[in-house]
């Protein structure tokens, strides 16, 4: 139901837009969340939007650098990635949750997931 695109390989400083893609039923009342995952660590949260967009939420390691917006005409939440660095390198996700927090954690509180897209940033 949810299926997140736009991940590939770009050099450090560079930037990717990332699409979250809602299919099966509306999640235009749900807060969206991504979230990432490097090989051999813990899941984390990246960046939250409120149903309406009014509201955004970002981790401190990539405030100011991330933006999270949504298109609830097309069922659809973005996450715009600048300056890009190596450590940002992970498998990230979207996700939906019916409240939204200003921090999800490895995203327990989340009610639905979709399928990853790789994001890999060569130094």
């Known amino acids: 139901q949810l299926q997140a695109s736009g991940g590939g390989l770009v050099q450090a400083g560079g930037s990717l837009r990332l699409s979250c893609a809602a299919s099966?039923?509306?999640?235009?009342?749900?807060?969206m969340g991504w979230f990432r995952q490097a090989p051999g660590k813990e899941r984390e949260f990246v960046a939250a939007i409120s149903w309406s967009g009014a509201v955004t939420y970002y981790a401190d390691s990539v405030k100011g650098r991330f933006t999270i917006s949504r298109d609830n005409a097309k069922n659809t939440v973005y996450l715009q990635m600048n300056s890009l660095k190596p450590e940002d390198t992970a498998i990230y996700y979207c996700?939906?949750?019916?409240?939204?927090?200003?921090?999800?954690?490895?995203?327990?509180?989340?009610?639905?997931w979709g399928k990853g897209t790789q994001v890999t940033v060569s130094s």
């Open positions: 099966g039923r509306t999640f235009s009342s749900y807060a």
């Open positions: 996700a939906a949750a019916s409240k939204l927090y200003s921090d999800y954690g490895p995203g327990d509180g989340m009610d639905y």
